[in-house]
């Protein structure tokens, strides 16, 4: 997929169940690579925009995904569209959505998981054990945090321009996406924690049109450097913290009315 990914398992368990379920993780990715990836002459994708095949000829998998692109598409107000421009690419889905598939070979018996794909996270940890500590980075130096959260059991998708330039378009307009440099979501499905991300920086700093379902939490950083966050997102940070651990930082604290995105404001110490 193109993507750097990393697994961590915590807890007990034996060596030959543990490497079983990681080669279904990456085999389960692989799959989704072949059917999926625009890069690859003969994967389903590419044969059914060059007309070689249809979607109900393809793997049942590309139905599925496109299936979810048209809720996506509805659910945002047509800020997430895997088609633009007439030409159909669901990469912006597949991401989350494999990653996601691909999770579920990590649950075993007594063994907290963390996926990393891309920066599309999921995670999981038993009731009564240490939940995961995951740093959301600052766009503005990529060697540092800006904000910390504890969860033990969720779906963590940021969507930005960062580490791959200003990639993102509003899919209604055509236009390069603006005023929204990154946006963090944290919700109990990774597609739609990817989804609604994704759909925060296209639509920018308009108001979207749309809000976040109960369960979801968003963290945003504005052309300007303004921080905002949803109503919930303050009970899920920890205390920030560097790369550096010579570089002193202070947590984003809420002091400022409601946006135009539903969200309040966050100012950075």
Same mark, same amino acid.
């Given at each position: 997929m193109g993507l750097p990914i990393s697994i961590h398992l915590r807890g007990i368990v034996d060596r030959a169940t543990e490497a079983r379920a990681v080669q279904r993780v990456w085999d389960d990715l692989r799959t989704a690579d072949?059917?999926?990836?625009?890069?690859?002459?003969? @994967? !389903?994708?590419? /044969?059914?925009?060059?007309?070689?095949?249809?979607?109900?000829?393809?793997?049942?998998?590309?139905?599925?995904?496109?299936?979810?692109?048209?809720?996506a598409r509805r659910r945002t107000a047509g800020a997430f569209d895997v088609c633009y421009a007439g030409r159909l690419d669901p990469s912006g889905i597949v991401k989350g959505w494999a990653a996601a598939r691909a999770a579920r070979h990590l649950d075993l018996p007594g063994v907290?998981?963390?996926?990393?794909?891309?920066?599309?996270?999921?995670?999981? @940890? !038993?009731?009564? /054990?240490?939940p995961w500590r995951v740093g959301i980075e600052d766009p503005a130096d990529t060697n540092s945090v800006m904000a910390v959260v504890d969860v033990a059991d969720c779906a963590i998708a940021t969507s930005g321009g960062a580490h791959r330039g200003a990639h993102i378009v509003d899919p209604r307009t055509g236009a390069a996406a603006a005023g929204i440099v990154q946006a963090t979501v944290v919700g109990p499905d990774l597609v739609w924690a990817d989804v609604f991300a994704t759909a925060f920086v296209a639509a920018g700093s308009a108001a979207p049109g749309w809000s976040l379902p109960p369960g979801y939490e968003c963290l945003l950083v504005t052309d300007t450097g303004a921080v905002m966050g949803s109503?919930?997102?303050?009970?899920?940070?920890?205390?920030?913290?560097?790369?550096d651990p010579a570089r002193e930082t202070g947590g984003p604290r809420m002091d400022a009315p409601t946006t135009p995105h539903g969200t309040a404001g966050l100012a950075r110490p």
């Open positions: 072949h059917v999926f990836s625009t890069y690859r002459d003969d @994967s !389903d994708i590419s /044969r059914i925009a060059r007309g070689e095949i249809g979607v109900d000829a393809a793997d049942p998998a590309v139905r599925e995904v496109l299936d979810l692109a048209e809720e907290d998981w963390y996926l990393n794909a891309g920066g599309d996270i999921a995670l999981h @940890s !038993d009731r009564g /054990r240490p109503a919930g997102m303050p009970a899920l940070l920890a205390v920030p913290q560097s790369v």
